[in-house]
Protein backbone atom coordinates (compact mmCIF):
# COMPACT_ATOMS: atom_id res chain seq x y z
CA UNK A 1 0.00 0.00 0.00
CA UNK A 2 1.26 3.61 -0.32
CA UNK A 3 2.46 5.68 2.56
CA UNK A 4 0.60 8.32 1.96
CA UNK A 5 2.64 11.77 1.73
CA UNK A 6 5.73 10.62 3.37
CA UNK A 7 8.57 12.17 1.84
CA UNK A 8 10.71 10.04 -0.29
CA UNK A 9 13.86 10.72 -2.66
CA UNK A 10 13.14 11.54 -6.33
CA UNK A 11 9.51 12.39 -5.49
CA UNK A 12 8.01 15.76 -7.21
CA UNK A 13 6.91 18.06 -4.84
CA UNK A 14 3.59 19.67 -6.10
CA UNK A 15 0.74 22.04 -4.69
CA UNK A 16 -1.92 20.29 -6.83
CA UNK A 17 -2.49 17.50 -8.95
CA UNK A 18 -5.36 16.80 -11.91
CA UNK A 19 -6.37 13.68 -12.91
CA UNK A 20 -8.88 12.41 -15.56
CA UNK A 21 -10.54 10.07 -17.37
CA UNK A 22 -8.37 6.85 -15.43
CA UNK A 23 -11.22 4.53 -16.79
CA UNK A 24 -10.68 2.09 -13.48
CA UNK A 25 -12.45 -1.11 -14.76
CA UNK A 26 -11.58 -0.96 -18.28
CA UNK A 27 -9.22 -3.21 -19.82
CA UNK A 28 -7.14 -1.11 -21.61
CA UNK A 29 -6.47 1.78 -19.14
CA UNK A 30 -2.97 1.83 -18.50
CA UNK A 31 -3.30 1.66 -14.51
CA UNK A 32 0.55 0.00 -14.30
CA UNK A 33 2.09 3.46 -15.66
CA UNK A 34 -0.36 5.30 -13.18
CA UNK A 35 0.90 3.67 -10.07
CA UNK A 36 4.49 4.68 -11.18
CA UNK A 37 3.83 7.98 -11.64
CA UNK A 38 1.81 8.32 -8.18
CA UNK A 39 4.52 7.05 -6.66
CA UNK A 40 6.59 9.48 -8.08
CA UNK A 41 4.61 12.55 -7.19
CA UNK A 42 3.65 14.26 -3.56
CA UNK A 43 0.62 16.58 -3.95
CA UNK A 44 -1.18 18.84 -1.17
CA UNK A 45 -4.23 18.46 -2.99
CA UNK A 46 -5.93 16.00 -5.82
CA UNK A 47 -8.33 16.61 -7.89
CA UNK A 48 -10.02 13.98 -9.68
CA UNK A 49 -11.44 15.31 -12.93
CA UNK A 50 -14.14 12.50 -13.99
CA UNK A 51 -14.38 8.85 -15.39
CA UNK A 52 -12.08 7.57 -12.39
CA UNK A 53 -14.14 4.46 -12.74
CA UNK A 54 -15.62 3.30 -16.21
CA UNK A 55 -18.93 1.98 -15.37
CA UNK A 56 -20.32 2.02 -18.51
CA UNK A 57 -17.31 -0.41 -19.24
CA UNK A 58 -17.97 -2.27 -16.24
CA UNK A 59 -21.65 -2.75 -17.20
CA UNK A 60 -20.69 -4.29 -20.46
CA UNK A 61 -17.66 -6.46 -19.69
CA UNK A 62 -16.67 -6.73 -15.63
CA UNK A 63 -12.90 -6.24 -14.99
CA UNK A 64 -11.25 -5.28 -12.57
CA UNK A 65 -7.36 -5.67 -11.67
CA UNK A 66 -5.08 -6.01 -8.72
CA UNK A 67 -3.41 -2.86 -10.35
CA UNK A 68 -6.51 -0.85 -10.21
CA UNK A 69 -7.11 -1.68 -6.62
CA UNK A 70 -3.97 -0.24 -5.79
CA UNK A 71 -4.96 3.05 -7.90
CA UNK A 72 -7.75 3.29 -5.21
CA UNK A 73 -5.55 2.16 -2.32
CA UNK A 74 -2.96 4.77 -3.35
CA UNK A 75 -5.22 7.45 -3.54
CA UNK A 76 -7.23 6.58 -0.13
CA UNK A 77 -4.03 6.34 1.46
CA UNK A 78 -2.93 9.79 0.33
CA UNK A 79 -6.09 11.22 2.04
CA UNK A 80 -5.42 9.45 5.22
CA UNK A 81 -1.71 11.11 5.64
CA UNK A 82 -3.22 14.55 4.70
CA UNK A 83 -3.82 15.17 1.32
CA UNK A 84 -7.23 17.08 0.25
CA UNK A 85 -8.86 14.90 -2.10
CA UNK A 86 -11.65 16.14 -4.68
CA UNK A 87 -13.64 14.22 -6.89
CA UNK A 88 -15.48 15.60 -9.88
CA UNK A 89 -18.03 12.87 -11.71
CA UNK A 90 -18.02 12.09 -15.24
CA UNK A 91 -20.09 10.56 -17.84
CA UNK A 92 -18.40 7.42 -16.90
CA UNK A 93 -18.89 7.01 -13.59
CA UNK A 94 -21.67 9.95 -12.82
CA UNK A 95 -24.43 6.83 -12.35
CA UNK A 96 -21.75 5.40 -9.55
CA UNK A 97 -24.14 7.32 -6.57
CA UNK A 98 -23.85 4.58 -3.84
CA UNK A 99 -19.72 4.71 -4.88
CA UNK A 100 -19.62 8.64 -4.16
CA UNK A 101 -21.73 8.51 -1.07
CA UNK A 102 -19.12 5.97 0.10
CA UNK A 103 -16.57 8.44 -0.57
CA UNK A 104 -18.03 11.12 1.21
CA UNK A 105 -15.96 11.54 4.31
CA UNK A 106 -12.49 10.93 2.53
CA UNK A 107 -13.52 12.75 -0.89
CA UNK A 108 -14.68 15.84 -1.15
CA UNK A 109 -17.34 15.09 -4.03
CA UNK A 110 -18.61 17.97 -6.28
CA UNK A 111 -20.50 18.13 -9.78
CA UNK A 112 -17.73 21.30 -10.66
CA UNK A 113 -15.52 22.99 -8.58
CA UNK A 114 -13.72 25.98 -8.46
CA UNK A 115 -9.62 25.74 -7.70
CA UNK A 116 -7.68 28.81 -6.65
CA UNK A 117 -4.29 28.86 -7.64
CA UNK A 118 -1.68 30.23 -5.78
CA UNK A 119 -1.15 32.81 -7.88
CA UNK A 120 -4.97 33.73 -7.05
CA UNK A 121 -6.15 32.53 -10.88
CA UNK A 122 -9.82 31.26 -10.61
CA UNK A 123 -10.40 27.88 -12.47
CA UNK A 124 -13.34 26.41 -13.18
CA UNK A 125 -13.34 22.70 -12.80
CA UNK A 126 -15.37 20.34 -14.55
CA UNK A 127 -15.25 16.84 -16.51
CA UNK A 128 -16.63 18.55 -20.00
CA UNK A 129 -19.53 16.00 -20.49
CA UNK A 130 -21.41 19.15 -20.41
CA UNK A 131 -20.47 20.18 -23.63
CA UNK A 132 -21.74 17.64 -25.58
CA UNK A 133 -24.67 18.75 -25.95
CA UNK A 134 -23.19 21.55 -27.82
CA UNK A 135 -20.00 19.55 -29.55
CA UNK A 136 -21.19 17.04 -31.26
CA UNK A 137 -21.13 15.26 -34.60
CA UNK A 138 -23.93 13.40 -36.86
CA UNK A 139 -24.92 9.77 -35.21
CA UNK A 140 -23.22 7.94 -38.17
CA UNK A 141 -20.09 9.28 -37.25
CA UNK A 142 -20.20 9.04 -33.88
CA UNK A 143 -20.70 5.59 -33.92
CA UNK A 144 -18.15 4.76 -36.90
CA UNK A 145 -15.85 6.73 -34.23
CA UNK A 146 -16.79 5.05 -31.45
CA UNK A 147 -15.81 1.65 -33.57
CA UNK A 148 -12.31 3.13 -34.58
CA UNK A 149 -11.35 4.29 -31.67
CA UNK A 150 -12.10 0.99 -29.83
CA UNK A 151 -10.17 -0.77 -32.82
CA UNK A 152 -6.87 2.41 -32.00
CA UNK A 153 -6.95 1.52 -28.56
CA UNK A 154 -6.49 -2.13 -28.28
CA UNK A 155 -3.84 -1.58 -31.12
CA UNK A 156 -2.13 0.81 -28.78
CA UNK A 157 -2.63 -1.41 -26.05
CA UNK A 158 -1.08 -4.44 -27.42
CA UNK A 159 1.78 -2.56 -28.92
CA UNK A 160 2.16 -1.06 -25.68
CA UNK A 161 2.41 -4.04 -22.95
CA UNK A 162 5.05 -5.62 -25.69
CA UNK A 163 7.41 -2.20 -25.50
CA UNK A 164 7.16 -2.61 -22.04
CA UNK A 165 8.07 -6.41 -21.93
CA UNK A 166 11.19 -4.88 -24.29
CA UNK A 167 11.98 -2.04 -21.45
CA UNK A 168 10.72 0.41 -23.81
CA UNK A 169 9.13 3.47 -22.54
CA UNK A 170 5.22 4.21 -23.24
CA UNK A 171 4.00 5.89 -26.96
CA UNK A 172 0.47 7.37 -26.95
CA UNK A 173 0.00 5.46 -30.34
CA UNK A 174 -3.86 5.59 -30.25
CA UNK A 175 -3.57 9.47 -29.74
CA UNK A 176 -1.18 9.78 -32.38
CA UNK A 177 -3.70 8.27 -34.73
CA UNK A 178 -6.49 10.13 -33.37
CA UNK A 179 -4.57 13.59 -34.16
CA UNK A 180 -3.89 12.66 -37.54
CA UNK A 181 -8.10 12.25 -38.69
CA UNK A 182 -9.03 15.85 -39.45
CA UNK A 183 -12.64 15.30 -38.09
CA UNK A 184 -10.74 14.44 -34.70
CA UNK A 185 -8.80 17.37 -34.55
CA UNK A 186 -11.97 19.53 -35.44
CA UNK A 187 -13.55 18.44 -32.69
CA UNK A 188 -11.22 18.77 -30.38
CA UNK A 189 -10.37 22.57 -31.47
CA UNK A 190 -14.17 23.30 -31.37
CA UNK A 191 -14.57 21.13 -27.50
CA UNK A 192 -11.32 23.44 -26.67
CA UNK A 193 -13.16 26.78 -28.13
CA UNK A 194 -16.51 25.88 -26.31
CA UNK A 195 -15.08 25.11 -22.79
CA UNK A 196 -13.09 28.34 -22.80
CA UNK A 197 -15.74 30.63 -23.89
CA UNK A 198 -18.03 28.74 -21.02
CA UNK A 199 -15.38 29.56 -18.36
CA UNK A 200 -15.25 33.23 -19.65
CA UNK A 201 -19.22 34.19 -19.69
CA UNK A 202 -18.79 32.45 -15.77
CA UNK A 203 -16.48 35.10 -15.11
CA UNK A 204 -13.59 32.87 -14.50
CA UNK A 205 -9.80 32.70 -15.46
CA UNK A 206 -9.56 29.71 -16.83
CA UNK A 207 -11.06 25.86 -17.41
CA UNK A 208 -9.66 22.58 -16.27
CA UNK A 209 -11.31 19.39 -17.89
CA UNK A 210 -10.83 15.95 -19.09
CA UNK A 211 -13.52 13.98 -21.12
CA UNK A 212 -11.74 14.20 -24.76
CA UNK A 213 -9.20 12.72 -23.71
CA UNK A 214 -6.44 15.21 -25.42
CA UNK A 215 -3.87 16.88 -23.05
CA UNK A 216 -3.48 20.54 -23.78
CA UNK A 217 -2.36 23.95 -21.97
CA UNK A 218 -2.82 26.89 -23.95
CA UNK A 219 -4.94 30.29 -23.81
CA UNK A 220 -7.51 30.96 -25.66
CA UNK A 221 -9.37 33.98 -26.30
CA UNK A 222 -7.22 35.30 -23.11
CA UNK A 223 -8.81 32.41 -21.11
CA UNK A 224 -6.57 29.37 -19.73
CA UNK A 225 -7.64 26.02 -21.04
CA UNK A 226 -6.32 23.17 -19.08
CA UNK A 227 -7.13 19.46 -20.46
CA UNK A 228 -5.77 16.80 -18.25
CA UNK A 229 -5.47 14.30 -20.80
CA UNK A 230 -6.02 10.34 -19.77
CA UNK A 231 -4.53 6.89 -19.03
CA UNK A 232 -5.64 5.63 -21.63
CA UNK A 233 -4.32 7.20 -24.36
CA UNK A 234 -1.98 9.89 -23.53
CA UNK A 235 -0.77 8.96 -19.93
CA UNK A 236 -0.88 12.67 -18.70
CA UNK A 237 -1.48 14.68 -15.56
CA UNK A 238 -2.09 18.58 -14.81
CA UNK A 239 0.28 19.87 -12.20
CA UNK A 240 0.64 23.46 -9.92
CA UNK A 241 3.68 23.99 -8.61
CA UNK A 242 4.17 25.77 -5.28
CA UNK A 243 4.38 29.12 -6.83
CA UNK A 244 1.01 28.54 -8.80
CA UNK A 245 2.58 27.85 -12.37
CA UNK A 246 1.03 24.99 -14.31
CA UNK A 247 1.94 22.13 -16.02
CA UNK A 248 1.45 19.08 -18.14
CA UNK A 249 2.98 15.82 -17.55
CA UNK A 250 3.11 12.47 -19.22
CA UNK A 251 4.40 9.54 -18.28
CA UNK A 252 7.33 8.45 -18.41
CA UNK A 253 8.42 11.93 -19.31
CA UNK A 254 9.35 15.09 -16.78
CA UNK A 255 7.42 18.12 -16.84
CA UNK A 256 6.61 20.25 -19.89
CA UNK A 257 7.83 23.70 -20.25
CA UNK A 258 5.10 25.52 -18.22
CA UNK A 259 1.96 27.68 -19.62
CA UNK A 260 2.99 31.08 -20.94
CA UNK A 261 0.37 34.00 -22.69
CA UNK A 262 0.13 32.57 -25.97
CA UNK A 263 -2.72 32.03 -27.70
CA UNK A 264 -1.15 28.37 -29.64
CA UNK A 265 0.34 25.12 -27.88
CA UNK A 266 1.98 25.89 -24.76
CA UNK A 267 2.73 22.65 -23.31
CA UNK A 268 2.64 19.59 -24.66
CA UNK A 269 5.20 17.15 -24.36
CA UNK A 270 4.01 14.08 -27.06
Request: aromatic content about 8%.
Amino acid sequence: MADGNVRRPGRTRVRTLFLSDLHLGYRHARARELNEFLTGVEAESIVLVGDIVDALSLARRVFWSAEHTQVVRTLLARGRAGTRLVYIPGNHDESLGVFAEMLQGQFEVHREWVHRTARGERLLVLHGDQFDGVVNCSPWLTRLGDALYELTVRLSDGVNNLRRALGKAYWPMAERLKLSIPTSVRYIEKFEQVAADHARTQGYDGVVCGHIHRANLRHIGGTLYCNTGDWVESCSALIEAAGGELKLLRWPHAASAPRRDTAGLVADAA
